[in-house]
């Protein structure tokens, strides 16, 4: 029986970007099914954030091209950026709320600026979303008025408001601890599924994102050196992958080396 290749929301190829001549990424190449949870891993400085914004148009790359649902992105047509927004969202690391605007301000914010809708369908669409996220108590709040845990379900809330087919998340578990870490990839395997959009993580939490998604790959020094599913990626020989899974390990064993030469 044929193969049946799988369907992409989302297809990078070649995609490059340097900083004043320094090479960030270099010839990068990646699919991302339709409908999956799909996570970018790599150390620190390996350019995933920069990647990230290159497939949300907030970068424009040097060479490559970037096709969502088929169709290349071409930056510079303003009609194309605006249909890609509202397609899509960003969660930025962040989370990027504005501490001026209430809870419900906030999520309606990308309706007003891509939506033609009246305003009554705005604040339903926005109190809906925040009902899905548990979040309808606190419309009136202020960012500042509410937990960490809270703010990042307020930024989840507002990149859906738009029924987005694709959610770019950009470290989204940066600076918490384990447990929250758990939480932050639940609640976004929760709603992936509740709302059927494509989720591209990049991240560094190795354990928590291998638990998520459905597919991995690993960045490293501008280009991707390992794509495939979670039980690949953990049983992976590949020298690059090894070193960076295993890490915790490498460690273990420079400590144990240290105490027997201190004996």
Same mark, same amino acid.
């Given at each position: 029986?044929?193969?049946?290749?799988?369907? %992409? &929301?989302?297809?990078?190829?070649?995609? !490059?970007?340097? %900083? @004043?001549?320094?090479?960030?990424?270099?010839?990068?190449?990646?699919?991302?099914?339709?409908?999956? +949870?799909?996570?970018?891993?790599?150390?620190?400085?390996?350019?995933?954030? =920069?990647?990230?914004?290159?497939?949300? @148009?907030?970068?424009?790359? /040097?060479?490559?091209? +970037?096709?969502?649902?088929?169709?290349?992105?071409?930056?510079?047509?303003?009609?194309?950026?605006?249909?890609? #927004?509202?397609?899509?969202?960003?969660?930025?690391?962040? !989370?990027?709320?504005?501490?001026?605007? $209430?809870?419900?301000? !906030?999520?309606?914010?990308?309706?007003?600026? $891509?939506?033609? +809708?009246? @305003?009554?369908?705005?604040?339903?669409?926005?109190?809906?979303?925040?009902?899905?996220?548990?979040?309808? /108590?606190?419309?009136?709040?202020?960012?500042?008025?509410?937990?960490?845990?809270?703010?990042? #379900?307020?930024?989840?809330?507002?990149?859906?408001? $738009?029924?987005?087919?694709?959610?770019?998340?950009?470290?989204?578990? &940066?600076?918490?601890?384990?447990?929250?870490? @758990?939480? =932050?990839?639940?609640?976004?395997?929760?709603?992936?599924?509740?709302?059927?959009?494509?989720?591209?993580?990049?991240?560094?939490?190795?354990?928590?994102?291998?638990? &998520?998604?459905?597919? =991995? &790959?690993?960045?490293?020094?501008?280009?991707?050196?390992?794509?495939? $599913?979670?039980?690949?990626?953990?049983?992976? !020989?590949?020298?690059?992958?090894? /070193?960076?899974?295993?890490?915790?390990?490498?460690?273990?064993?420079?400590?144990?080396?240290?105490?027997?030469? /201190?004996?």
């Amino acid at each position: 029986m044929e193969k049946t290749s799988p369907k %992409f &929301a989302l297809q990078v190829k070649g995609l !490059n970007k340097a %900083f @004043n001549g320094k090479p960030v990424l270099t010839g990068v190449e990646l699919g991302v099914p339709l409908g999956s +949870i799909f996570t970018v891993l790599g150390p620190s400085g390996a350019g995933k954030s =920069v990647f990230l914004k290159c497939l949300a @148009n907030i970068i424009q790359p /040097d060479a490559g091209r +970037i096709l969502f649902d088929g169709s290349e992105l071409t930056f510079g047509d303003r009609a194309s950026q605006l249909e890609f #927004r509202r397609r899509c969202s960003f969660l930025f690391q962040s !989370n990027a709320l504005f501490d001026s605007l $209430t809870a419900l301000e !906030n999520v309606a914010l990308p309706l007003e600026q $891509t939506a033609d +809708i009246a @305003n009554e369908e705005i604040q339903r669409r926005s109190l809906e979303a925040l009902r899905q996220l548990e979040m309808e /108590d606190y419309v009136g709040h202020y960012p500042a008025q509410l937990s960490g845990g809270m703010q990042k #379900r307020l930024a989840l809330a507002r990149a859906i408001v $738009t029924q987005p087919e694709l959610v770019l998340f950009d470290e989204p578990t &940066a600076g918490l601890d384990p447990l929250r870490r @758990n939480a =932050v990839f639940e609640m976004i395997a929760k709603y992936q599924r509740q709302f059927g959009f494509t989720a591209l993580i990049v991240t560094h939490d190795v354990p928590e994102a291998l638990v &998520a998604s459905d597919r =991995v &790959a690993l960045l490293n020094q501008g280009r991707i050196c390992f794509e495939g $599913t979670p039980a690949e990626f953990s049983a992976s !020989n590949h020298s690059v992958v090894s /070193d960076f899974r295993d890490s915790a390990a490498a460690l273990q064993r420079s400590l144990a080396a240290i105490r027997i030469s /201190d004996r």
